[in-house]
């Protein structure tokens, strides 16, 4: 049996190697080769060097523990559902000629990914995001004053790209939207001034593309990044007025 420890190969003596990582904390490569059979693995040690006995018994461990962390959510025919919260969400809303700025909180997506390859996916995903103006749900009372409310629910379908061993996903896509841009007028704070109703609803579905980053923490917490412009526009017609948002997102993969 011979072992390749990141560039280095050596040549074990009766399934055993002793081996001392040279730097403190450094994450190893250790590819374990014999007959038809290879093995990968990741060693990890602690803060201070560790030797690692290599026996049969604890190749067979070792292999098959990071067989299952790697495989388990990625893998050719492997789905996944998955369930983000959109946390951080920023608006760029356009109607007519008008068009405004905006960010806020809150949000739910739900999806599917469905692996095609060891390293590829599609995701389907159905999300709602808004610009709740705190970070955690309240009742809020407005008074009096004018505010902004965006929100936008999407469908999304992405191809995706794992990589660094499966932590990092990058994707791309297409997307359907229905957007809502309202302006709310509470009224004025002094009842004695005179109030003209500032009031508006601007409702519109768009179409466009989707970019997806996720970065896969062990077991099946992620966080990630969608960018989603929206170019075309059905709102009294077809018009190409450019709209996006832009999530940050906390989530979990479930295996199905």
């Given at each position: 049996m011979k072992a390749v420890i990141d560039t280095d190969t050596m040549r074990l003596q009766k399934d055993e190697l002793n081996f001392i990582p040279m730097k403190p904390g450094e994450t190893v490569t250790l590819v374990l080769i014999r007959d038809l059979?290879?093995?990968?693995?990741?060693?990890?040690?602690?803060?201070?060097?560790?030797?690692?006995?290599?026996?049969?018994?604890k190749i067979e461990?070792?292999?098959?523990?990071?067989?299952?962390?790697?495989?388990?959510?990625?893998?050719?025919?492997?789905?996944?559902?998955?369930?983000?919260?959109?946390?951080?969400?920023?608006f760029?809303?356009?109607?007519?000629?008008?068009?405004?700025?905006?960010?806020?909180?809150?949000?739910?997506?739900?999806?599917?990914?469905?692996?095609?390859?060891?390293?590829l996916f599609l995701n389907v995903t159905g999300?709602?995001?808004?610009?709740?103006?705190?970070?955690?749900?309240?009742?809020?009372d407005f008074g009096s004053g004018v505010e902004e409310y965006h929100g936008s629910l999407y469908v999304a379908v992405s191809n995706n790209h794992m990589l660094l061993r499966n932590r990092l996903s990058l994707g791309y896509g297409l997307c359907f939207s229905h957007d809502t841009w309202n302006t709310v007028d509470y009224?004025?704070?002094d009842d004695t001034e005179p109030w003209q109703d500032a009031s508006a609803d601007r409702r519109s579905n768009s179409l466009g593309l989707v970019f997806r980053c996720h970065y896969y923490t062990r077991g099946t917490f992620h966080v990630?990044?969608?960018?989603?412009?929206?170019?075309?526009q059905f709102a009294n017609g077809t018009r190409y007025k450019y709209q996006h948002t832009a999530s940050i997102e906390l989530g979990f993969r479930i295996r199905l």
């Open positions: 059979q290879t093995d990968t693995n990741l060693l990890t040690p602690s803060s201070r060097n560790i030797r690692f006995n290599l026996t049969d018994r461990k070792l292999s098959r523990n990071n067989h299952l962390h790697n495989t388990f959510y990625a893998h050719r025919g492997v789905v996944n559902f998955q369930l983000g919260f959109p946390y951080v969400n920023l760029r809303s356009a109607y007519g000629n008008e068009s405004r700025s905006g960010g806020g909180f809150m949000g739910i997506a739900l999806g599917v990914d469905c692996f095609y390859t060891n390293s999300c709602g995001i808004m610009n709740f103006m705190l970070p955690f749900p309240a009742m809020v009224g004025p704070k990630g990044l969608s960018y989603r412009p929206t170019f075309v």
